[in-house]
């Protein structure tokens, strides 16, 4: 499986996010971090800024919802035209419902665990997901430290993917870099998201360049 590197725009400069999304042209997806100050004590930007971004960027879109009642809101984003939105599992009311309507509009559907959310909960609704993102730190901010203590899950989690035959995605999501992209990869992620890493380089194409080759062993 090819390592997909996803670069989260909330170390961008929002104030020029255009060419800001320009400078991560050679990345798979541009990561998109919806925050809304219940599910996480944090707040960023909402729909009418996404719905800009998908827009004008040159890459497809991966949003992660961090927002409360994501059953209400994340089908806005699909139709928007994010080709991925992801959902956090201990918001969602009816997650399998909502990946029907996010898959049925058009986008593959993530599913999100905190870092202390089991995957073993999880698993009966793997068949019904695209992407199943494994938060690495905390959620709400950027710049943390991985947690190295989410490797045994993302291994828990290849392991049900594969033992149930299924093609679905992890992504990794939280103090990924040069120091411990390729751990997260080696456990069995392969879609990774960096924040800091990829837009605190002083080159910002090459490093993408070198997380990918790192992530692909
Ligand atoms: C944190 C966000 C991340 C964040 C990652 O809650 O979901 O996407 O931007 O930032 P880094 O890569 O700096 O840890
Ligand atoms: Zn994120």
Known sequence: ??????????????????????????????????????FVPNLTIGLPVVERIVQVSPIPIDVHLMIADPDRWAPGFAEAGAQSVTFHAEAAAAPVRLARELRRLGARAGLALKPATPVESFVDLLSEIDMLLIMTVEPGFGGQSFIEGTLPKIRRARAAISAGDLDVWIQVDGGVSR???????????????????????????????????????
């Open 179 to 217: 120091a411990t992209i390729e751990r997260a990869a080696d456990a069995g992620a392969n879609v990774f998201v960096a924040g800091s890493a990829v837009y605190g380089a002083d080159d910002i194409p090459a490093e993408i360049d070198v997380l990918r080759a790192l992530a692909s062993g």
């Open 1 to 38: 499986m090819s390592a997909l590197i996803a670069p989260s725009i909330l170390s961008a400069d929002f104030t020029n996010l255009e060419r800001d999304l320009h400078a991560i042209a050679g990345a798979d997806y541009a990561h998109v971090d919806v925050m809304d100050n219940h």
